[in-house]
């Protein structure tokens, strides 16, 4: 079963504005990954953010932590055409030595 | 540095062969990590290696499938007799660590059919 969820499935804005993404999980963590795929081409590591991290800034990337409703999100500001991509988080369940991706959320960015 | 490799990028095989897919890691990185990627899916956990080692074999399906990762040499994902629903993307991901604590590095993939 997944572990991580991303929610909306498909997302779709003006170049511009801004993107955010949701992530659930199941179980407790050590910490939580977002990466981003591009068609066609391998994952990215984007950033990581620990258990006890709340918030973490990254660029035009910011990324939130609530272990307590076990969900992340990743915002992404002032969006360009080259951010079109799969976004996925990923989690460890505790105990696990291994990253549980989710089904991703698919961005497109119109210009 | 060349970052993870795989190769072949492309990989057709008729139904009943076997395909073999190769991953170098990062110079330096000694954890291997080999997942599936469905049309439309995220990835699928199939095994993790470290030299020599099966760490979890968790997600192989237990026929047909195998990986190793030699003392020398890329970690090898066999499929053997391989069927239609075999055909997908096949990432190879490294880390110098253990992934779970600093992130993985992705490989670009082979696309596997079977016709």
């Known amino acids: 079963s997944q572990q991580g969820e991303e929610d909306p499935q498909a997302l779709s804005i003006q170049e511009g504005e801004n993107a955010t993404m949701n992530c659930s999980y199941k179980?407790?963590?050590?910490?939580l990954q977002w990466y981003r795929q591009n068609s066609g081409r391998g994952l990215v590591h984007l950033i990581l953010?620990?258990?006890?991290?709340r918030e973490k800034h990254s660029g035009r990337l910011r990324v939130t932590l609530d272990t307590s409703k076990k969900s992340s999100s990743l915002l992404i500001t002032a969006s360009r055409a080259a951010d079109t991509a799969s976004y996925f988080c990923?989690?460890?369940?505790?105990?696990?030595?291994?990253?549980?991706f989710g089904q991703g959320t698919r961005l497109t960015i119109n210009p | 540095n060349a970052g993870v490799m795989q190769n072949p990028r492309h990989l057709v095989r008729r139904r009943g062969q076997e395909a073999r897919l190769r991953c170098s890691p990062m110079?330096?990185?000694?954890?291997v990590y080999w997942y599936r990627q469905l049309p439309e899916e995220g990835l699928k956990f199939m095994v993790y290696?470290?030299?020599?080692?099966?760490?979890?074999e968790s997600g192989m399906p237990k026929e047909r499938f195998s990986a190793e990762f030699p003392k020398e040499g890329p970690s090898i994902l066999r499929i053997q007799q391989v069927v239609r629903g075999d055909s997908a993307a096949y990432f190879c991901?490294?880390?110098?660590?253990?992934?779970?604590?600093?992130?993985?590095?992705f490989g670009s993939g082979t696309r596997l059919t079977v016709v």
């Open positions: 953010i620990r258990s006890n991290e």
């Open positions: 179980t407790s963590i050590n910490n």
């Open positions: 290696l470290q030299k020599e080692n099966i760490i979890d």
């Open positions: 110079k330096g990185h000694s954890h």
């Open positions: 990923a989690t460890d369940a505790r105990g696990a030595q291994k990253l549980v």
């Open positions: 991901a490294s880390s110098p660590r253990e992934g779970i604590y600093y992130g993985y590095t």
